[in-house]
């Protein structure tokens, strides 16, 4: 749900007989979803299940994307129903009206320190090319949301960063100096929004146009100037008409070029702590041996390497969660690899993080699918210790973590494992796990698990405990 991703949900149910009677397994799975999902529907009859399915569909992929939940009671498993030949579904775009367009075009005309934030879900590569062509014209500085970084070329003239954790002092700045702010798919929430700072709440200072797919979505938090419901694929079908009455202003382009500058400044391995050595040789080697590669990861410390040091150039090459979820990274990796098989996927994932979904390996080397997995293994739940040590400093609980020999683990599955400890080594590790996941006998291929032990005290790429 927070990360606005469309999925449908089957859950097996008790007899509808039972129900109430607090039987084996029995729960109330509209109180236990209802908060998270969609929809949630209980099917009592096999025969309404098509009608059921479509109107899932439906729900889960239009608007704010989201999940729905669909309840099966025993029953319903077994029973039978005919099939219906029903035609493929797709999404809808809402289109914009004239006056929209005119709005939209007349607060950019009117905008002196203008900046985008581009987020959420319902993209496009088409409409990520559009953008960037639209942004370029205008000079209109972008900034991507927490783990959306995908959405904008970072080596583009006008990309300025990421409003993540740890996020550009200076991009910050530039959001609270802008008169105008642009939001496209994305709600702005705490972590964009540097919790509910750069802009005022309800009303932020600066003019707000907030282009989102999701009607509720507009207003639930802060005001907007303008309110456009539409997706970013169907805002990019208005995107040349707008530049059209749009000349080309040297003053912003300048604006947006210092942007990027400060962007490439704070991005640069220089930036990191002199003891993160492993860690930027690690970012360094990726950058040289697989730039295009899929970055796939949980939540952890260890992500800000890739929020700040990774430099994203293509639609489709990040799956992250915004919701915060440890063990992500490893089942994201997994499906990355299954829907774009010739390209290369690296899964990143603490060691905290990774014990949450590690088992998945076995489904990796059963199905030979070849993803590099890189696990930053430093003892510990980072986050939650640099809180404790940031917060609460001499009263450290229940942090330090007493972890497998990962590799060995890897190799017991049947995949590649390899323990990094010190700045030259991970060169040859990344090298021979290349050649395990991309053998040129597709089934001879097996995921790759690269144990990289860091310093514990290198809490963040800046930070010293």
């Known amino acids: 749900a927070q990360d606005s991703t469309p999925v449908i949900l089957f859950v097996g149910q008790i007899s509808r007989h039972d129900r109430y009677r607090e039987v084996f397994q029995e729960v109330d799975y509209r109180q236990f979803f209802g908060g998270m999902a969609k929809w949630v529907a209980e099917v009592d009859e096999a025969s309404r299940l098509q009608e059921i399915i479509l109107r899932a569909w439906h729900t889960a992929i239009n608007g704010r994307p989201g999940p729905v939940v669909i309840v099966l009671p025993e029953e319903t498993l077994t029973d039978a129903a005919a099939p219906v030949r029903v035609p493929p579904i797709h999404a809808t775009h809402n289109g914009l009206s004239a006056i929209q367009v005119a709005n939209f075009t007349r607060a950019l005309a009117q905008a002196k320190r203008p900046i985008a934030i581009v987020g959420g879900s319902r993209w496009s590569p088409s409409s990520v090319t559009a953008f960037q062509q639209f942004a370029l014209h205008l000079g209109l500085p972008v900034a991507c949301t927490f783990r959306r970084q995908m959405l904008f070329d970072h ?66 938090l802060y005001q907007p100037t303008l309110a456009i419901h539409t997706t970013p694929v169907g805002l990019s079908d208005y995107l040349e008409t707008v530049v059209k009455d749009l000349p080309a202003d040297s003053d912003k382009q300048q604006q947006a070029a210092q942007a990027h500058e400060q962007y490439l400044a704070w991005s640069s391995l220089d930036q990191s702590h002199p003891d993160g050595t492993l860690m930027r040789e690690v970012m360094e080697q990726l950058a040289q041996t697989i730039p295009n590669a899929i970055i796939t990861n949980g939540a952890g410390n260890y992500a800000s390497w890739i929020h700040r040091f990774w430099r994203f150039r293509r639609y489709g090459t990040q799956v992250a969660p915004t919701s915060g979820s440890m063990g992500y990274g490893l089942p994201a990796g997994i499906a990355a690899k299954l829907a774009v098989p010739e390209q290369p996927v690296i899964t990143f994932a603490g060691d905290g993080c990774f014990q949450m979904t590690g088992q998945e390996l076995a489904t990796a080397v059963q199905y030979h699918i070849g993803v590099v997995v890189l696990v930053i293994d430093n003892g510990m739940y980072g986050t939650i210790r640099m809180h404790q040590e940031k917060h609460y400093p001499g009263r450290v609980s229940a942090t330090d973590i007493v972890n497998p020999d990962f590799a060995a683990l890897a190799r017991s599955y049947g995949a590649y494992g390899a323990t990094v400890t010190q700045p030259g080594e991970f060169a040859s590790a990344l090298k021979e796990a290349c050649q395990h996941t991309q053998h040129i006998v597709p089934d001879q291929r097996t995921p790759a698990l690269i144990h990289i032990k860091t310093n514990p005290a290198v809490i963040t790429p800046v930070t010293v405990l």
């Open 155 to 220: 080596q583009h003239p006008c990309y300025a960063g990421d409003l993540g954790l740890g996020a550009n002092p200076t991009l910050c700045q530039r959001v609270r100096e802008s008169d105008l702010v642009v939001l496209i798919g994305t709600r702005l929430s705490d972590i964009a929004s540097q919790g509910h700072t750069l802009l005022n709440l309800p009303v932020p200072e600066q003019s707000v146009v907030h282009i989102h797919p999701g009607d509720s979505e507009t207003g639930s």
